[in-house]
């Protein structure tokens, strides 16, 4: 599943390719995909119909993010939401064959584009653009304006962006000791600060010394700091790096996406710890596999 940094890299590498660039036609495979949000979704054809003209034309100003949902601005103002969701993927194919893609890696889409999970395709003035998703739990959501995607409270639940300047030491400390609960789901379920899915969540809390299965309510100040410091370091250093995805992620220059070499506890359950070199201890916490070093957190 691809995480904020995942796709706040592949929003850096989108933009240069299409910004300014014009939509010359769309073809949507699966209308359910345009359709709405969440698991029970039915296909609409008129929402089909609408997705494929509505973009006609038009050109693209700008990618935004927040949390995991692409923005993308049209000059027209209208406004194109796309949640990648658990296996959603995003690949741009210009005409002279620059390829950047992002989001869950699929082993079928290494050369052949579109292939059998290609749902969506955009033509654009200088390549293609393609929304492949093996699940299809992710969508693509068309708003007349950005006023109409606000009013629909889209991210009213989401909390602050870790490189916001509304993210102070103090927000944080103050909105940690109002919660209750252990401190993986309090991060998980992202009300105050987004970016912290299964992977940062338990680099944040190896980084801070602190055991990911703590109460909040028992985190004195300095522990809370040290929280505050190491969300401030990995997820910027994450995404400079080109988020986590092991395989198949290219960047724009071609490179890889390589965090993922710098993990020192997510999926290195029962192998040393980095620090200390006992054995990293792996358990469910929220049904998500959870590793912490004993010794190092505490
Ligand atoms: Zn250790």
Redesign the pocket.
């Known amino acids: 599943m691809p995480e904020l940094p995942e796709v706040e890299s592949l929003r850096r590498g989108l933009v240069p390719c299409l910004k300014g660039n014009k939509i010359v036609s769309v073809q949507v495979l699966r209308a359910k995909l345009v359709s709405g949000k969440g698991t029970v979704r039915e296909s609409l054809d008129f929402k089909r119909a609408e997705f494929e003209a509505v973009f006609l034309g038009d050109e693209v100003l700008n990618i935004e993010r927040r949390a995991k949902n692409l923005i993308f601005e049209f000059k027209s103002g209208k406004v194109l939401l796309v949640h990648l969701k658990m296996t959603g993927q995003l690949v741009y194919k210009s005409k002279e064959n620059i390829i950047v893609k992002g989001g869950h890696p699929i082993q079928d889409s290494n050369s052949k584009l579109p292939n059998k999970h290609t749902y969506i395709i955009f033509e654009l003035k200088n390549g293609f653009l393609y929304y492949n998703d093996v699940r299809m739990f992710g969508y693509l959501l068309y708003y007349p304006d950005k006023l109409a995607l606000d009013l629909e409270g889209h991210f009213s639940e989401l909390g602050l962006e870790p490189d916001s300047v509304a993210f102070t030491e103090q927000f944080f400390i103050c909105a940690m000791q109002k919660k209750s609960g252990k401190l993986k789901s309090v991060f998980l379920n992202q009300e105050i600060v987004v970016g912290l899915g299964n992977i940062y969540c338990d680099e944040v809390c190896f980084e801070a010394g602190v055991r990911p299965d703590r109460v909040v309510k028992t985190l004195g100040i300095l522990k809370l700091k040290k929280l505050y410091s190491a969300i401030l370091k990995i997820i910027p250093m994450a995404i400079d790096m080109g988020g986590s995805s092991v395989a198949n992620y290219l960047l724009v220059d071609g490179s890889k996406g390589n965090y993922a070499h710098y993990h020192k506890v997510y999926l290195k359950g029962g192998k040393p ?6 054995e ?1 201890t792996k358990i469910k916490l929220n049904s998500r596999t959870t590793v912490y ?1 004993e ?3 505490k």
Do not use: S, T
């Open positions: 710890c980095y620090i200390c070199g006992r990293l070093c010794n190092c957190q």
